[in-house]
């Protein structure tokens, strides 16, 4: 499935179903039928909010593969990391279903992105984290960042983490959304990561998602 791209953040809040949503607009603009998937959505019961992020942003309602389950096929009700909330809820994650979930989009469509949950490092059982996850079907790694206080350090932290597990990076989102109060750190940060990536990972893409409205789970 070379046509599926794994979405994660630098950490929890940095807007990163806000910047898949965006993404995935994009991309059907430009004729890159492009759908998206919740990898572990915790939190919820019935219907990942993530989801209603993403179809939010890219201007549609739900599709019939949301109905179908298939962009959102585990769903856990503790707002938690995925290990946690599969223990706390007495059912493990299946990942088989996730794959074959994937599998149908990818089919389906020309590009599928996959939203993580959290970081790279979260786990998603006792024994897998999130990266080697992604590492071991190929997925490319679409990172988002912001220019909040911190952000470099855990932006480079990442991408160590990535390369080091042998995650290739497809592109870096600097997002603006949640809206930073001090522009003088989040200019100086963009700038910074800019010229990181140009040296770290010249085959990489690199996005600004602008901030288009409020009222949005950052994800």
């Not at 996730?98 to 989009?105: A, Q, Y």
Request: hydrophobic fraction near 35%; include cysteine; charge should be negative.
């Amino acid at each position: 499935m070379n046509n599926v791209f794994f979405v994660s953040g630098t950490d929890t809040g940095v807007g990163k179903s806000y910047a898949t949503g965006y993404l995935a607009r994009e991309w059907n603009s430009r004729g890159c039928r492009t759908v998206t998937q919740k990898l572990v959505q915790t939190g919820n019961t019935d219907v990942s909010e993530d989801i209603e992020v993403h179809r939010a942003i890219m201007g549609c309602g739900f599709l019939p593969e949301d109905h179908e389950r298939l962009t959102m096929p585990e769903i856990f009700t503790y707002p938690c990391s995925p290990h946690l909330a599969a223990e706390i809820d007495g059912r493990p994650v299946d990942l088989g279903r996730i794959d074959e979930c994937t599998r149908i989009l990818s089919a389906r469509y020309d590009a599928v992105l996959l939203e993580g949950a959290g970081g790279l490092m979260v786990p998603l059982t006792r024994n897998l984290l999130t990266l080697d996850y992604a590492a071991e079907r190929g997925y490319p790694l679409i990172l988002v960042t912001s220019g909040r206080l911190g952000s470099i350090n855990h932006t480079l932290l990442s991408l160590e983490a990535a390369k080091r597990h042998g995650l290739v990076l497809k592109m870096l989102m600097y997002n603006m959304y949640p809206h930073e109060d001090d522009m003088t750190i989040s200019d100086d940060t963009e700038q910074y990561l800019k010229s990181c990536l140009e040296s770290m990972f010249p085959d990489a893409e690199y996005m600004r998602v602008p901030l288009l409205q409020t009222g949005l789970s950052a994800g």
